[in-house]
């Protein structure tokens, strides 16, 4: 990565965006729970007061409203953090949203370790898995801020409902300006023969990082992009374990249920070879900065290294 | 049959209605004696209610469920889905021999409402507690389109004991939703027993009055004083009004009436034939529906209402 590598947060990408397809779309609405400010859907809230609704620290009604808004017509997003949405309001989104396959956009910010100083209360390491289980669901993880802004317009497009993991902490920009995305596609950012890391959000990053290293010991690790966890892009999954016969994932999110459990999932399926997942080995976060987080749970270029290391040693001789 | 007048519910008058009413409590029993399960008891206690609403005060369409400027209403207390059933066959929005499907696989009917599998059913509920906000989410999108159209939402009196009830309830009056309607089926009983004992909802006249609600309590099985009740709502502008409908669970089966017991458990045998001889049918419980032929014709507007619509004609049909 260049030195003077541009770096911006997920959720100040959404904020901008949402702004921008208010101004296209009379249709869009936004909801928020007294969190606008971070979330930064007060970008929204200050040019169109009139689409925006505050349920205050609510967000069960925050859900039921927007599912509401959908039913009659309405594009709305929902926002607040990831700790709250899905998990405080898991059955609001099962039962009106998820179920009836209403278009509403959860866009939840402050997912993962990242939160930092905020502690475990709000670092949500299972809203992946939450969101992965249900119906009808769409999920998307974007890896940086011109992801986030096409994640935000491919949502749009599409009339089901989606959840989108944003971030708080600003992370390196990967992608130009004007990405294009399609849900369900996966991006392979870098070929490789030896072992494939399959990523999302800000581990993208941290696996194009990891990939330098393993090349300079040899190693060639390709990396791909994973950034709609549903649907799986089974296609690209199947070509990258074809053809490197060993498969890492890394997330910022428990290793149970996200990405590391739907990869191995399918493959365990279709075509078995080793799949080592880094990620939060099972236990709540804590408080610190961001980078002594990501250092004490094991979600650094290091740690992604070795786990690719073990995942070539298993492969069958 | 034609243009606008298609559009509005037959102008039913108290006696009609009432007929009606003793048609869509023998379907409940019916139906759910051939089901085999099911929940009798709030069904029969909202029948009067959702007979007025759907004979009388809803602007509707059967023949295009999804006419945009129709009037909507939301089974919060999903339980009762086999009243609201009836009452969308006898409309006319699917043929009444569906009503013996009810919990069958491959059904259009199913246990608790589906907007997704049955015409007519305009959100999807089961879980309690969610219905108001779901509400609040449609008047808020009419609002915002500046629609004609009104929105009624059913809860229990157990319900409420639900918090998002109150989150709700609090946006409602916050967003000055004065085209949102709710009422209260206060059966009085839930699963457990008597709700004042399980869990006291007292005092619920000055709870909603504190919210900021307009609030009309009325004996919920008088026709006189529901149609009463539903045009005054209509009539209150800046805020939203609630209904609280004193009513008897179970009400028309004598051995049903004031019983827990009859929450959520279906008649077998002689209890079903007494149950539907009590309801006056002539009909056994293999022929539910044929106890009354649907009255169809529609007619004109409600009063004072149907000169205010948005001119935007029958619907997408």
């Known amino acids: 990565m260049a030195a003077e590598t541009r770096r911006m947060a997920t959720r100040d990408a959404y904020g901008e965006e949402l702004v921008e397809i208010g101004r296209e779309n009379p249709d869009i609405v936004v909801l928020d729970a007294d969190l606008s400010g971070s979330t930064k859907t007060s970008l929204f809230a200050r040019v169109f007061p009139e689409r925006f609704f505050n349920t205050g620290i609510a967000e069960a009604n925050m859900i039921g409203i927007a599912a509401g808004l959908a039913a009659a017509g309405k594009i709305p997003f929902a926002s607040t953090f990831a700790v709250f949405a899905p998990g405080r309001v898991y059955d609001q989104i099962r039962m009106s949203v998820a179920y009836p396959a209403l278009g509403v956009k959860i866009a939840a910010t402050h997912a993962g370790l990242t939160v930092g100083e905020d502690g475990a209360s709000h670092q949500a390491l299972e809203d992946l898995a939450l969101a992965r289980v249900l119906p009808n669901l769409t999920v998307i993880v974007p890896a940086d801020g011109p992801e986030t802004r096409a994640a935000v317009r491919a949502a749009v497009a599409h009339p089901g409902p989606v959840y989108l993991r944003l971030g708080r902490a600003p992370v390196p920009v990967i992608y130009p300006d004007g990405r294009s995305f399609t849900i369900g596609r996966y991006d392979v950012l870098k070929e490789g023969r030896d072992v494939a890391l399959v990523a999302s959000g800000i581990m993208v990053d941290i696996c194009l990082q990891a990939a330098l290293s393993l090349a300079a010991d040899g190693v060639l690790a390709a990396v791909v992009n994973a950034s709609t966890l549903k649907p799986l892009d089974e296609e690209t999954l199947l070509a990258v374990a074809a053809r490197t016969g060993a498969v890492v994932t890394a997330e910022e999110h428990s290793v149970i249920g996200g990405l590391g459990g739907a990869v191995a999932e399918f493959l365990s399926g279709t075509l078995p070879v080793p799949v080592v997942r880094v990620g939060v080995a099972d236990r709540f976060g804590r408080s610190g900065r961001p980078d002594e987080l990501l250092e004490a749970y094991g979600l650094t270029p290091r740690a992604v290294a070795d786990a690719a290391r073990k995942a070539v040693s298993l492969k069958r001789a | ?317």
């Not at chain 2, 007048?5 to 209605?17: I, K, Y």
């Not at chain 2, 909202?46 to 129709?70: G, K, Q």
Request: proline share 6%; charged share 20%.
């Open chain 2, 1 to 317: 049959m034609s243009g606008t007048t298609s559009l509005t519910g037959p102008r039913a008058g108290p006696e009609e209605l009432r007929q009606v009413a003793a048609r869509v409590r023998r379907h409940i029993i019916g139906m759910i004696g051939l089901a085999g399960s099911g929940h009798p008891g709030g069904s029969l206690s909202a029948a009067d209610l959702l007979t007025a609403l759907y004979f009388r005060v809803l602007r509707l369409n059967p023949a295009d469920p999804a006419w945009p400027e129709r009037d909507r209403f939301v089974l919060s207390k999903g339980h009762a889905a086999p009243a609201l059933y009836a009452v969308l066959a006898e409309r006319g929005f699917f043929p009444v021999e569906e009503l013996r499907g009810l919990r069958r696989l491959g059904s259009i009917l199913q246990g608790h409402p589906d907007m997704k599998s049955t015409p007519g059913v305009e959100a999807s509920t089961g879980s309690l507690g969610q219905g108001l906000s779901f509400g609040v989410g449609l008047a808020a999108a009419a609002k915002l389109d500046r629609a004609a159209w009104r929105v009624y939402v059913m809860l229990g009196d157990g319900e409420l004991q639900e918090g998002q009830v109150w989150e709700a309830a609090m946006s409602a009056v916050h967003f000055k939703l004065d085209n949102l309607t709710a009422i209260v089926d206060c059966n009085g009983l839930q699963i457990d027993g008597p709700v004042e004992e399980v869990m006291s909802i007292s005092p619920l006249v000055d709870k909603w009055r504190a919210f900021g609600w307009n609030v009309l309590s009325i004996d919920g099985h008088d026709m006189v004083q529901i149609l009463d009740a539903l045009e005054t709502a209509d009539r209150q502008p800046g805020r939203p009004t609630v209904i609280l409908a004193r009513t008897v669970k179970g009400r028309g089966v004598g051995f049903m009436e004031n019983r827990a017991e009859w929450h959520g458990k279906a008649p077998s045998g002689e209890q079903l034939e007494e149950a539907l001889r009590a309801l006056g049918a002539s009909g056994g419980p293999e022929s539910p529906g044929t106890a009354g032929a649907a009255p169809g014709g529609p007619g004109p507007g409600r009063d004072g209402r149907s000169g205010t619509r948005k001119g935007k004609g029958g619907g997408r049909g």
